[in-house]
């Protein structure tokens, strides 16, 4: 099948939202060792839950009827290792027409968007390219990556827990024996920009538990820079100040899986991962001199 890409920004997405919204409602992922599985909503006008991270612009594939066969998105957004600032591009919602899979369709929009990024004068200043891949039975979508694509060139940055854990768990964390932080500067965060507490998504990326009901979620999303002492200490605080508001909802944040004092802590305390994903990475050829080193990798919930 001939697909026809084009790359289109938030203000003129609207009339692929549609279609986009068919294509991630057909689309789910597993949680909980599989035992539940769940697809994502972004909502009436689909692009505000990445165009509020940065400059967001959308590559949609089409098939001759104009119906939307697939998709991916590119943020233009800042991260930082200690005190340096990264430019970063970061690809993401990499979805495809289950119909299609198999057919080289996700290399083929990941090597579009990579083409875009290194050729647009506007994107020209970036460091790293960089994706977050939800890991499922079979993988990530990374798996479809391969050949000549300039896609295959990126590598693993960060494998990480995904929790979802009651808020009520969390507020009760004995913190005397929590683990100190890492260093600011060992740190590769990905979600940089300053945070509260708490942050919701709703409307903007909604979770839709297969066979009924939602996924409600609310993320505790700092990084090692943001969270003020232990991570655990943070967490506690930021389900207290959550407060009543919690009622019903999950706190969900994501951990290197490198940080292992943490993962530990929080296992002892009975607050255990219930999904996996991947950090890929790309940094710019040219700039392998000035690439940053890093020990540990934050992303927050909140952005994949």
Excluded: N
Aim: aromatic share 8%; with cysteine.
């Amino acid at each position: 099948m001939k697909l026809h890409t084009r790359i289109v920004g938030a203000a003129a997405l609207g009339p692929y939202v549609a279609g986009l919204r068919r294509l991630e409602a057909d689309i789910s992922y597993p949680i909980e060792d599989g035992r539940r599985r769940f697809s994502i909503d972004h909502g009436p006008d689909y692009h505000p839950f990445f165009s509020e991270m940065g400059e967001a612009s959308f590559l949609v594939a089409t098939s001759a009827d104009g119906a939307v066969a697939g998709c991916l998105a590119c943020v233009a957004k800042a991260a930082r290792v200690g005190a340096r600032a990264l430019a970063t591009a970061y690809l993401a919602d990499l979805k495809i027409d289950p119909a299609l899979r198999g057919r080289g369709v996700g290399r083929s929009l990941l090597t579009r968007a990579l083409g875009h990024a290194f050729a647009a004068p506007r994107l020209l200043d970036w460091d790293l390219a960089y994706g977050v891949a939800m890991r499922g039975e079979r993988g990530d979508v990374m798996r479809a990556v391969g050949g000549r694509s300039p896609a295959a060139a990126a590598r693993v940055l960060a494998r990480q827990h995904v929790y979802f854990a009651p808020p009520a768990l969390l507020a009760g964390l004995d913190t005397r024996a929590a683990p100190a932080p890492p260093s600011g500067e060992v740190v590769l965060d990905l979600s940089a920009r300053p945070r509260e507490l708490f942050e919701s998504t709703a409307g903007r990326k909604d979770l839709r538990v297969v066979g009924g009901g939602d996924l409600p979620l609310v993320h505790f999303g700092r990084g090692p820079g943001g969270w003020g002492g232990p991570h655990a200490a943070y967490l506690a605080a930021a389900a207290r100040a959550l407060g009543p508001r919690a009622e019903g909802a999950l706190a969900c944040f994501a951990l290197d899986v490198r940080l292992a004092r943490e993962v530990a802590f929080l296992g002892r305390a009975g607050v255990h991962p219930a999904a996996a994903a991947t950090v890929w990475g790309l940094f710019r050829p040219l700039r392998l001199a000035r690439r940053p080193r890093f020990e540990y990798v934050h992303v927050a919930t909140s952005e994949i």
